[in-house]
């Protein structure tokens, strides 16, 4: 597999975890050493980060948007020097989310969409954030990912900020519009419809 670095990306709810989880599974039973991670990270920034969505903020969208951007990307860049290093041992390395969330969360918050691409650009060029060679957009309708959270949430309590229908939508459709704004070929569509199963089949259909 020439594929050495792959991101899963979608809305809330989509089943991209899910779709992680059997897909890393998949490539260790191939005898492949996957190293998993994911971001937010499990670091400092990335724990502050994820204490941060649970709380509410009286910050107007676009200073709560300038103060996300900037904490995601600082723990992207103390992340990316952790995938380089597992690359370099000859992993290939697999995460849940990656920039894809920062720039379409943000764009459907309504903050400055050429602010954050100009701000990527540069630290892409730079080398502080790596390009993935592969990312599975999961793809699923916004009141489907609903329906799969309001499950999920009977089986563990766990509501962030983000998980409503009308924002999910707006958010869908940025993520779709991505291939196109970033130019990535790399960044493949796949129908979140139906099982679990069914959905990892059309991602594998691509390897
Ligand atoms: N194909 C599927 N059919 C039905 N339910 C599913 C499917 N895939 C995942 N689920 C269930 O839907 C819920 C959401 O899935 P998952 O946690 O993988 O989504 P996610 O995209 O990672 O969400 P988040 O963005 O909140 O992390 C879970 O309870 C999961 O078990
Ligand atoms: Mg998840």
Not at 81 to 109: C, F, P, W
Not at 149 to 156: F, L, N
Request: glycine share 6%.
């Amino acid at each position: 597999m020439k594929e050495k670095f792959i991101v899963f990306e979608g809305i809330d709810g989509s089943g991209k975890s899910t779709q992680f989880k059997l897909f890393c599974e998949k490539l260790r039973e191939m005898g492949c050493d996957v190293k998993e991670t994911r971001e937010p990270t499990r670091e400092l920034i990335g724990d502050l980060i994820s204490k941060r969505l649970k709380e509410k903020t009286d910050l107007p969208g676009d200073v709560n948007g300038l103060i996300y951007t900037l904490l995601f990307y600082a723990d992207r860049i103390e992340h990316n020097n952790m995938i380089q290093k597992e690359l370099e041992k000859g992993k290939i390395v697999v995460s849940d989310r990656n920039y894809h969330s920062t720039i379409a969360y943000q764009q459907s918050q309504g903050f400055d969409t050429d602010f954050i691409m100009d701000f990527h650009r540069k630290l892409v060029k730079s080398g502080h954030v790596k390009v993935p060679d592969l990312v599975f957009f999961v793809d699923l309708p916004a009141e489907e990912a609903i329906k799969r959270i309001d499950y999920r949430a009977k089986q563990k309590a766990r509501v962030e900020i983000f998980e409503h229908i009308k924002f999910l939508k707006k958010l869908r459709e940025n993520y779709l519009k991505l291939k196109d704004v970033l130019k990535d070929e790399n960044i493949k569509i796949i129908d979140g419809t139906g099982t679990k199963e069914e959905v990892q089949e059309r991602i594998w259909k691509y390897l």
